[in-house]
């Protein structure tokens, strides 16, 4: 039995490192199958898997240290504390930090970055896993390190909460997290939790659903939209329009995946824009696809099923 001792510092209540209801506590145990109780003034981790505990300890020490600096971990936080803990290995970044460049590794991810850097607005067309937000994710962090903007504004429409987003429970943060959480997996992996939860404090980094981009005028800032393809005709409008001086902006959607019963304003977008200087479009296929080499098969496969069934309602038609 592997065993782990963690000092409960005086500053810090019981509460705030295991939880409300102990949930945190719960949520680790099962996890990683060890136990956790609270003896006098430490914690006490006890497990037969040496790693599992190795783990939790980490985990709880690094929950510790940023409670102690005066932030107290919503749950979204502290999923991220403990997958980024979790990982064994830790894949290939595409943004490298030491170096503060962004690396393509597919053709089309190489036309992407030119186009990010030879233009003001960029729209990003293709399939899951082409790294349409990740390498924006990481061109946007370059720019900031290098002051070339003051600050990074991420957003996405919440479709599935459509006009119930205010009679959600919570506070905006807690109604928009689900969906707002691909946004921050990438921000995270180039400056890590600590330096995303401090910057996100001071307003350097912005999340926030589309709807709360209305009526502001974005100064200074490299703004991303993702999920594109979900925006209506207004909302497209009124997100393009909220770009100001010294701005960046790049929108992302996959048009195969669109949500929304009206049509896309990314869809209508490609039309009314591709003739102007200083927008580009780029578009990403398959082929640059960099998950799982499964994920490049299963969008082939639902490429040709949707196909098929296109040409067969053509048929019936006729």
């Not at 600096?69 to 970044?93: A, M, R, S």
């Not at 977008?269 to 696809?289: C, N, P």
């Amino acid at each position: 039995m592997n065993l782990r001792r963690i000092s409960i510092p005086s500053d810090v209540a019981v509460v705030e490192i295991l939880g409300q209801y102990d949930n945190k506590a719960r949520y680790l145990r099962r996890r990683f199958n060890v136990e956790i109780n609270v003896i006098d003034d430490e914690i006490r981790i006890k497990g037969e898997d040496e790693k599992s505990v190795n783990t939790v300890e980490k985990i709880l020490r690094e929950v510790i240290n940023i409670t102690r600096e005066g932030h107290l971990l919503d749950w979204t936080e502290f999923e991220y504390i403990v997958e980024e803990n979790e990982k064994i290995e830790k894949p290939e970044e595409v943004y490298k930090k030491s170096v503060g460049k962004v690396k393509a590794k597919t053709e089309g991810q190489r036309k992407y970055l030119e186009a990010i850097e030879k233009n003001d607005i960029v729209f990003a067309i293709g399939p899951a896993g082409t790294g349409k937000t990740y390498l924006a994710s990481a061109v946007a962090v370059d720019y900031l390190k290098s002051g070339r903007v003051q600050r990074i504004v991420l957003t996405r429409p919440a479709v599935e909460a459509g006009e119930k987003l205010g009679f959600l429970p919570g506070d905006l943060t807690e109604k928009v997290d689900p969906y707002l959480r691909p946004l921050y997996d990438a921000l995270i992996d180039m400056v890590g939790i600590e330096k995303f939860i401090s910057l996100r404090e001071k307003n350097v980094i912005e999340i926030a659903p589309l709807a709360y981009m209305r009526g502001r005028t974005l100064n200074n800032a490299f703004i991303i939209l993702d999920e594109a393809q979900n925006t209506t005709y207004e909302q497209m409008k009124m997100f393009l329009t909220r770009m100001g001086f010294g701005s960046k902006v790049i929108v992302n959607g996959d048009i195969t995946q669109i949500d929304i019963e009206e049509q896309s304003g990314l869809v209508i977008a490609q039309e009314i824009l591709k003739d102007i200087d200083g927008i580009a479009f780029v578009y990403l296929t398959d082929a640059d696809v960099v998950r799982h080499p499964l994920v490049k098969k299963i969008i082939r496969a639902y490429d040709s099923f949707e196909k098929n069934k296109k040409e067969e309602k053509l048929q019936k038609r006729r």
